[in-house]
């Protein structure tokens, strides 16, 4: 089995805060496209991407994380790493931060996945999946789209890409990292270790989890944390034409470091 690596771009900004994706269930990191550019002004951007046979620990997937982490910060020890987690990544993002917590100088979880046992029905649900033929799984996903985006909000080619990319995880995947979800709880006093500023992205039209619930409970708990709602984002709000994470970060001054950083470079230039 293959081990998870980082998808970079095509222009490497060794001089650049290093920003962290974390992907969605689907780990392939590719979903992302839609932000990359804009969040390249500012960043240099690395996606995790999770093979499709993994089936390990949330501890492996930690641990494997925070070694290609390590491996960027060997090039250059100095710069500042902003952790991203989203949905899936949400819940890995929030662990791999208490195992580290010194290693981020900011952490963002978007819709992150922790807010699954708020729905208790999910948990049957779960259940009845392990029960499904592995054929229907395709339509599955179809049934599923409108659930984890607000269509009318994405084009056309993103919305066949988000339903390819989610047809291309194996039912075995699938039922493993829902496992994961299931399974997945961090202690308040864990949590509390992170003391870098949190920014905690909820989508108001989640039709999938409680994500503002779920933003909410976690900014009583980060000791420093801020929330923003998107009114009508769904689940995958990344994927929205009028989503824009970079600048959602700068209107909430959390890369205002990036901005000093960079004019710094360039008047030295």
């Known amino acids: 089995m293959t081990k998870p690596c980082f998808l970079t771009p095509k222009r490497m900004q060794p001089e650049y805060p290093l920003f962290i994706y974390l992907p969605g269930m ?3 990191g590719q979903l992302l496209r839609s932000q990359t550019g804009g969040l ?3 960043f240099d951007v690395r996606c995790l991407a999770i093979p ?3 089936l390990t620990s949330w501890e492996n997937l930690a641990a494997s994380t925070l070694e290609l982490i390590d491996g960027e910060l ?3 020890p100095h710069r500042e790493v902003y952790l991203c987690g989203e949905s899936f990544g949400g819940c890995l993002a929030q662990l791999v931060a208490t195992i580290a917590p010194k290693l981020f100088d900011k952490v963002i979880l978007i819709n992150p996945a922790s807010s699954f046992h708020l729905r208790s029905w999910y948990e049957w649900g779960a259940q009845l999946i392990y029960f499904t033929p592995s054929f229907l799984f395709d339509i599955g996903a179809l049934g599923l789209l409108p659930f984890l985006a607000e269509l009318s909000r994405m084009t056309g080619s993103d919305r066949q890409e988000l339903l390819k990319t989610m047809r291309s995880v194996p039912p075995q995947t699938v039922l493993w990292r829902l496992s994961l979800i299931r399974e997945f709880q961090l202690a308040a006093n ?3 270790q992170v003391t870098q500023p949190v920014l905690l992205i909820a ?3 989640d039709k999938l989890l409680p994500s503002v619930a779920e933003g909410q409970r976690l900014a009583s708990i980060f000791p420093d944390a801020r929330m923003v709602v998107l009114p009508h984002s769904g689940h995958a709000c990344l994927l929205e ?3 824009n994470l970079y600048e959602i970060l700068t209107q909430e001054n959390f890369i205002q470091g990036v901005f000093q950083k960079c004019t710094s470079l ?3 230039n």
């Open 241 to 243: 034409t009028d989503i």
């Open 190 to 192: 864990k949590l509390q």
């Open 203 to 205: 989508s108001g039209g």
């Open 74 to 76: 060997d090039r250059n």
């Open 40 to 42: 390249e002004v500012g």
């Open 52 to 54: 499709r046979d993994d």
């Open 266 to 268: 360039e008047a030295s």
């Open 26 to 28: 689907d780990g392939t």
